[in-house]
């Protein structure tokens, strides 16, 4: 009988990449990759790469556990996923991390945007926009673990403190600024301002590339110095900073190894974040067909370029485990404890379990239970250790503080490319809009930006 050159594995819906629309997709695995393969009646076949390592992709699903929903819905469900967000009551996870965008405007026009941001585009939120948009995600979530300020670039906001302020007096466990850093290089005193916000504070910091022309290729200047200042500022200051890296294939994925160990020599740095680049927004210097990268390739670079990690460190964030990959481990003075491959991954889907598999190495048993036990006992280490394991930074550890851990997150938003209906469902990065709807990072800027909404009008009277 004749057989096809790949396996079958699964079904799912997804999007024709040129128009948008809602279509049928096969999941199937060939030459031990993985792609997807659909077909728009107007547009026709494609095929895409969306994971380099079968075994990992189909690992996955054993990641999943109960939905955790928000304790209110913001839409109706009239259309099907992804016409209907704000989050509707079809979305299966509440918002670990919602990012509140305060302003379009930015202080660099960077090739490499996916909000478009630029010195003229759009206009700042006014104060009680920006409260309203905090107040939502308070009334969604009650105690909001990460929220986001971000923009365009918030620092330029002529309000911005007055944003952190009422930020900070709100029951959000943790407060992040995403940034370019130019502020902070340029000002000794916003840079002791900032700092003046901890704890449950952090910069989330632009980090690219140790390479002028990288940097030109996706800032449109060339930042190494003004990385150089910021960071020297916060390590001063000894300011919780996450370095953030978009990532784009043959230009700066080399250089993943390399940022992960000069994160590790920072005082003030708890973790990397790599993100590979979404296809969305502007994308001046971006070949769809070349320059994608895969979650499973950057976990695999990670693997090679860096002795820090193994394989059992780098494993699915369960929340969104299509999305998410997470490694952790501790900073003990000049020594660097991997954490991610003591613990049962089965048991982080059930928070009353918390097994800690290191027994049988009987030094770090000992260092285990010193650093992490109130008492001397396994059970609360691994109450302890369990409560750091995941996007929430947070240390529940008498002997250790949030200067000690350090993480490393792959966060893949997802596209009109690899766009797996199934994925997008329990997609946990959300951002507010300006009519104060919680939206899903991946579909904001697919259909849910301004210059996007009548195109979304025109696929929502398609989808009745």
């Known amino acids: 009988m004749p057989t096809r050159n790949y396996t079958y594995y699964d079904f799912t819906l997804s999007l024709c ?14 030459d031990e990759k993985v792609y997807m393969l659909k077909r728009c009646p107007e547009h026709g076949r494609s095929k895409v790469l969306i994971a380099d390592d079968v075994e990992y992709y189909k690992n996955i699903r054993n990641y999943n556990k109960p939905s955790e929903t928000p304790y209110k819905f913001n839409t109706q469900t009239h259309y099907g996923c992804p016409y209907d967000c704000g989050l509707c009551p079809d979305h299966e996870q509440h918002s670990c991390l919602t990012v509140v965008e305060v302003t379009d405007r930015c ?3 960077c090739p490499t945007c996916y909000a478009g941001s630029s010195p003229t585009y759009g206009r700042h939120r006014t ?12 009334a969604n979530e009650k105690e909001p673990d990460v929220v986001q300020i971000s923009g365009g670039e918030p620092t330029i906001h002529p309000q911005f403190f007055e944003i952190l302020d009422y930020a900070k007096s709100l029951p959000i466990k943790h ?6 850093g130019i502020m902070i290089a340029k000002d000794q005193a916003f840079a002791e301002r900032l700092a003046t916000y901890q704890p449950d504070f952090e910069i989330y910091l632009q980090f690219d590339s140790f ?3 990288v940097l030109e290729t996706m800032r449109g200047a060339n930042l190494t110095k003004i990385r150089e200042d910021a960071l020297a500022r916060l390590n001063a200051l000894n300011l919780s900073t996450t370095l953030v890296v978009t990532l784009q294939k043959h230009l700066n994925d080399d250089e993943i190894g390399k940022i992960i160990d000069f994160a590790l020599k920072q005082k003030c740095v708890r973790g990397v974040t790599l993100q590979p680049t979404q296809i969305a927004g502007r994308l001046d ?14 976990r695999r670079k990670i693997l090679e370029q860096t002795d820090v990690f193994q394989s059992d460190d780098l494993i699915p964030v369960p929340c969104n485990p299509d999305a998410l990959v997470m490694g952790y481990a501790l900073k003990l003075g000049d020594e660097v404890v991997p954490l991610t491959r003591y613990i049962n991954p089965t048991d982080l889907l059930d928070n009353s379990k918390n097994t800690i598999m290191y ?11 010193e650093l992490f036990s109130t008492g001397n006992s396994v059970d609360s280490a691994s109450e302890n250790l369990h409560s750091i394991l995941c996007c929430l930074p947070r240390i529940d550890a008498p002997n250790l503080g949030y200067d000690n851990l350090f993480r490393v997150i792959i966060m893949q938003f997802i ?15 959300h951002i507010v809009n300006k009519d104060n709807k919680i939206i899903p990072f991946e579909t904001m800027n697919l259909f849910y930006r301004d210059d996007k909404l009548d195109y979304l009008k025109t696929l929502q009277n398609q989808a009745q």
């Not at 027994?359 to 239970?369: N, S």
């Not at 596209?415 to 990065?429: E, G, H, L, Q």
């Open 127 to 138: 104060l009680d926009e920006i409260k309203a948009m905090l107040d939502t995600v308070v």
């Open 175 to 180: 407060v992040m600024l995403n940034t370019n």
């Open 17 to 30: 990449p040129q128009c948008l629309k809602r279509i049928d997709a096969k999941i199937v695995f060939e």
């Open 285 to 298: 210097n971006f070949d769809a067909q070349t320059d994608r990268i895969t979650l499973t390739e950057v």
């Open 107 to 109: 202080n660099l026009s």
């Open 359 to 369: 027994e049988q190495d009987e030094q770090l048993h000992g260092k285990m239970i």
């Open 415 to 429: 596209d009109a490319y690899n766009f797996d209906v199934r994925a997008i469902k329990k997609s946990c990065v």
């Open 211 to 213: 390479k002028k022309e």
